[in-house]
Nanobody, 126 residues
Framework: QVQLVESGGGLVQAGGSLRLSCAAS????????VGWFRQAPGKEREFVAA????????AYADSVKGRFTISRDNAKNTVYLQLNSLKAEDAALYYC???????????????????WGQGTQVTVSS
């Protein structure tokens, strides 16, 4: 079992940046594919980005491509999500999730993920 804790959220102006962190404890973090999802009030949870165990491959939602970057530091048991050029529509509760699958698979399918964090709030002011 692995426990996930997100941090780094906050209030930022449109066009600004944030870096979210997903810190893991428990089993060896490098054994997990990690994804980021987000959910805004009144909307369904949506996929944002994912990264493979060795960081060899990544995947992004079209809405964030070119603005967000996912990375990981397995020595620190942490996955990061760099959010740049933030827009009002990026405001949401951001979750990280860990999957025991070997590869990305279909990274946007939430049922692929076995463990979830509690989320960190991102608020964007216009």
């Amino acid at each position: 079992q692995v426990q996930l804790v997100e941090s780094g959220g906050g209030l930022v102006q449109a066009g600004g940046s944030l870096r979210l962190s997903c810190a893991a404890s428990g089993r060896t973090f490098s054994n997990y594919v990690v994804g980021w999802f987000r959910q805004a009030p009144g909307k369904e949870r949506e996929f944002v980005a994912a990264i493979t165990r060795s960081a060899g491959s990544t995947a992004y939602a079209d809405s964030v491509k070119g603005r967000f970057t996912i990375s990981r530091d397995n020595a620190k048991n942490t996955v990061y999500l760099q959010l740049n050029s933030l827009k009002a529509e990026d405001a949401a509760l951001y979750y990280c999730a860990a999957s025991t699958r070997a590869g990305l698979g279909s990274p946007g399918l939430s049922y692929q993920y076995d463990y979830w964090g509690q989320g960190t709030q991102v608020t964007v002011s216009s």
